[in-house]
């Protein structure tokens, strides 16, 4: 006779370094919603993972219901949906909102790529990709801050959107390439963001081993 265990949670296939799966657990922190956790090494993914979304990415969450979403911002969107205590949904308009998050996931985290991986892109000296990386962040960072005063610790203003958690872990990452350079960048409002970002209980918490 065959034994199911039906699951008590939804699961989340996860990945601890990976800025997707990053920001859709700071959502799921968030919307304060419990799920099962697992960590995927990506080269050896689990069958299950693959059974259910075979392009084979993470993060992957699997509702009660069955229902698989396969995109990091579906995951913060359905979290959300269910639960969104800082307002992260409503802080600015939807369109804005995805607007400034495809310019991070389509022009800025390619050129971060080459950045972090210079050496895999001779064509250009890393210098070279670090400043086409950096206009790219800076294009998408002065396009959502547009509206807001040197005093607005957020992308849209007083109010934490979806956005500032959708691109915190690329920026983190950009920064982290050469911290002594980003430092010394003439950039207080994006650093003091991102140094927000980083001591955060929810960023904390997220990053628990
Ligand atoms: N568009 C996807 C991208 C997810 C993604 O590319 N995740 C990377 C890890 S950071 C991955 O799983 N790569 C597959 C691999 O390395 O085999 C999303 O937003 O969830």
Known sequence: MLHFTLP??????????????????????????????????????????????????????QLMDGTVLEQSLDIMRWALAQN?????????????????????????????DRYKYANRHPELLMEQHRSLAMDALQAMWNDASQPCTSESPYLFGLQASMVDVALFPFV??????????????????????????????????????
């Not at 008590?8 to 922190?29: D, I, K, Q, V």
């Not at 950039?187 to 209980?201: E, G, K, V």
Request: net charge positive.
């Open 8 to 61: 008590t949670l939804p699961t989340l296939y996860s990945f601890r370094r990976c800025p997707y799966a990053m920001r859709a657990r700071m959502a799921l922190g968030s919307a304060g919603i419990a799920c099962e956790t697992v960590e995927v090494s990506l080269r050896a993914k689990p069958s299950e993972l693959l059974a259910i979304s075979p392009k084979g990415t993470v993060p992957v969450m």
């Open 84 to 112: 969104d205590p800082e307002g992260w949904l409503t802080a600015a308009d939807e369109n804005e909102m995805k607007r400034v998050i495809a310019q991070c996931d389509d022009v800025f985290k390619p050129l971060l």
């Open 172 to 209: 983190r990452q950009f920064a982290a390439v050469d911290s002594v350079w980003f430092a010394a960048q003439p950039l207080p409002r994006l650093q003091a963001w991102l140094a927000t970002w980083l001591a955060s209980d929810l960023f904390t918490a997220i990053m628990k081993k």
